[in-house]
């Protein structure tokens, strides 16, 4: 039996209490909802004692989602991240319409402190204008697509160099100096990638007409601004991401051209392949950083100590035996993500390592949301906790650059500085990438009438707009399918110009640290735990940042970076 005690409903002890089925749920939610409410202060308590609860239901979730990515062969773990997407989620999602409504409809809601929860109220009252109970089973069904992407991609392995190898393991192929080795391993994973295109194409067609079908109940023309107002983005619009997208074509591309055209003659090519961009020009063995994931994690540690003796001790608490799972294996999903466990308080890692730069630029990258989720845990409201995914970025990008100065820790100065340098021209490379992920999903669900051909059409001119000259003859075909490698797509749609946004912000807090490390690492705190608190603007603010990314702030930035480039040795 569970009941409200003193010290919050159910004492906060749910030991007892499987979150797995409905059927003990539902009779405490329904507590929340019939409770009485007789002042602002009755409903600020409500708030934090639900959100207390929300935290363990969502965590429940959220660790069936991490079991299941970390096993996507386990039958019996998939089949229970299915049984709680079918039969507990739905119910979550009908409840919390009903507590929305109950917060939102509040007599005493504008009571509450106004600063304090204007974010929460603007948040619960958008979601309450967009939901509609015939979108839960819409829901559902677009999870299981997106698990059963994450299944055909999980599966994908190679026979290579005489083993079988994982679509992560085989990157380091591209890396090696033997154009042959590297031709041979991009026509392998092109092969194999290409067997399921057919499908994966099927997948999306499906999921495209599932989300227009969502917006089209929610009273919207399309998804793209349906999931605007889903995601909360009061502060920008499709026209301000159009901005974004002239900006990177303008500005970026042309840089990154021009660095491509530097290393094919550099390599004494008449022609870039795609096989030809990821190892270094002059010969040299690919950057190796670490053999084991104890080593990167090791020497990761060592690295923040360094940075800041604070972040050093919030990534150690991390190394607790149940908080990373950083290696690549066969039938682990791809990618990686940090995940806030709300009610452990504990953040979690995922990712595929094999020993190349990019995992530990991966590894700080994760580490980043990490910090922001331990910088935030202090905020009472759980849902605050979560800041907007364009802030979470900063939290995770600005690692990536704040660490350039403590790579000594994996590598000589000569190779510290190669890395350096393949970061910094990645990252003019990948707000290419970017805009055409988030130009051609404007594109999609704009026009979710259109057919394969014609999604397959716009994917190449977009790729003629923002990205390489690259000599494509002969692979033309697995060219029209190369979104398909790209996770979000699937199941996170429209979360990529957050990337976008974030990274303008890593790039200032950069100049930041380089101008003065002290305030840097403070506006970096004071900014994380604010955690969702505030509208993005105002995050922005707090860390120092302009939140902007026309071609003025775009220009500023990018020529840092070019002048950066330039006086790092290669």
């Not at 409200?4 to 749910?14: I, L, P, Q, V």
């Not at 495209?208 to 109940?217: G, K």
């Not at 670490?290 to 060592?302: L, Q």
């Amino acid at each position: 039996m569970y009941c409200r005690g003193a010290d919050g409903f159910m004492g906060e002890d749910f030991a007892n209490l499987d979150a797995t089925q409905w059927s003990q749920l539902e009779p405490l939610y329904q507590e929340f909802l019939n409770r009485e409410i007789n002042s602002p202060k009755d409903l600020e308590e409500w708030l934090l004692e639900l959100g207390r609860f929300d935290a363990y239901v969502g965590e429940t979730g959220s660790m069936l989602y991490v079991n299941m990515t970390c096993d996507t062969e386990d039958e019996e773990v998939k089949n229970s991240y299915f049984d709680f997407v079918e039969n507990v989620e739905p119910e979550l999602a009908k409840i919390g319409d009903l507590l929305n409504r109950k917060l939102a409809e509040s007599p005493y809601a504008d009571g509450l402190d106004a600063q304090e929860y204007k974010v929460l109220l603007r948040d619960t009252r958008m979601d309450l204008a967009l939901f509609r109970k015939e979108n839960i089973p819409l829901g559902t069904e677009l999870t299981k697509l997106g698990v059963r992407y994450k299944e055909i991609t999980a599966a994908m392995t190679v026979e290579f160099d005489g083993e079988e190898r994982t679509m992560q393991q085989m990157g380091k192929y591209l890396q090696v100096s033997e154009r042959d080795v590297r031709e041979a391993a991009y026509k392998c994973v092109g092969e194999r990638r290409f067997e399921d295109a057919n499908e994966i194409d099927q997948i999306y067609e499906k999921m495209i007409a599932l989300r227009h079908q969502v917006s089209q109940n929610a009273g919207y023309e399309n998804y793209r601004d349906y999931i605007f107002d889903a995601k909360h983005r009061f502060d920008y619009s499709p026209v301000d991401c159009e901005t974004f997208h002239d900006a990177v074509e303008t500005i970026c591309v042309p840089l990154m051209r021009d660095i491509d055209e530097t290393r094919r003659k550099n390599l004494a090519l008449e022609a870039l392949r795609m096989w030809d961009l990821s190892h270094d020009v002059h010969g040299r063995d690919p950057l190796k950083p670490f053999t084991e994931v104890e080593e990167m994690v090791a020497g990761t540690s060592r690295m923040f100590h360094k940075l800041s003796p604070k972040l050093g001790i919030f990534f150690d608490s991390l190394r607790d035996g149940k908080s990373l799972d950083l290696d690549s294996r066969k039938g682990k999903a791809p990618g990686g993500y940090q995940l806030q466990r709300d009610h452990s308080r504990k953040p979690f890692i995922f990712m595929n390592a094999t020993g190349l730069q990019r995992d530990l630029e991966t590894m700080v990258h994760e580490a980043g949301h990490a910090f922001h989720s331990i910088y935030a845990d202090d905020l009472a409201l759980v849902d605050y906790r979560s800041a907007p995914l364009e802030f979470c970025e900063v939290a995770a990008m600005s690692m990536e650059m704040l660490t350039y100065d403590f790579l000594g820790e994996f590598y000589s100065n000569e190779d510290a500085n190669r890395a350096i340098r393949e970061h910094l021209e990645g990252i003019v490379s990948i707000l290419g990438w970017i805009a055409t992920i988030d130009a051609f999903q404007h594109w999609i669900y704009t026009n979710p009438d259109h057919s394969r051909e014609e999604r397959h059409a716009k994917w190449l001119e977009l790729g003629e707009r923002f990205g390489s000259v690259l000599d494509w003859s002969g692979f033309e075909d697995w060219r029209k399918v190369g979104w398909q490698k790209q996770l979000h797509l699937f199941s996170y749609p429209f979360y990529y110009i957050e990337y976008g946004i974030a990274q303008l912000g890593a790039l200032q807090m950069w100049l930041q640290y380089r101008s003065n490390s002290e305030d840097a690492l403070e506006n970096y705190a004071k900014s994380m735990r604010l955690g969702g608190s505030r509208p993005l603007p105002e995050l922005f603010e707090a860390a120092g940042m302009n939140f902007d990314f026309g071609r003025k702030t775009v220009a500023g930035l990018i020529d840092a970076v070019r002048e950066e480039l330039a006086v790092l040795p290669e």
